[in-house]
């Protein structure tokens, strides 16, 4: 059985042109908003880790000034080996005493503060692609 094709009328030529200009900026607005995602949930999981590994890190020593500086080595070399745009992060690394913990019955806690610039193709996202990670470790006694 032969299917006869339909004519084109005069008024349908451009159709895919204009349905093309309809759906494209759509398209492309979905496809950076993924890569935009991606950049952020990229950045604040590098964030977390290297946050994570430098409370980790400086639980294991004292309570000195010396000890604040050895962390603030470890989360540069931290930031460095991870790879990326990391660019001078805001960091913090404070003691909750300045006495080092002799027994399990005193607590001293380490705080890690880092908050980091992620590059955003939309500004009107909500914080602006500033991403921060707060994580606190308790400081054992040296055995």
């Not at 300045?98 to 610039?117: L, Q």
Request: net charge neutral; glycine share 6%; charged share 15%.
């Amino acid at each position: 059985m032969l299917s006869r094709r339909r004519p084109r009328r005069q008024d349908e030529h451009g159709q895919s042109l204009v349905e093309f200009a309809l759906v494209f900026p759509i398209f492309v607005l979905l496809l950076a908003g993924m890569i935009q995602f991606g950049m952020i949930f990229w950045g604040q999981n590098t964030l977390n880790q290297v946050v994570r590994d430098t409370g980790r890190y400086a639980a294991t020593l004292d309570c000195t000034p010396a000890a604040v500086a050895a962390s603030e080595l470890q989360f540069d070399a931290l930031l460095t080996s991870t790879g990326g745009p990391w660019r001078n992060p805001a960091k913090t690394i404070a003691y909750s005493s300045s006495t080092c913990p002799i027994d399990n019955s005193t607590a001293v806690f380490v705080k890690v503060t880092a908050s980091y610039d992620v590059p955003i193709f939309f500004p009107w996202l909500p914080g602006n692609g500033r991403l921060t990670s707060v994580t606190d470790f308790r400081v054992e006694p040296v055995p």
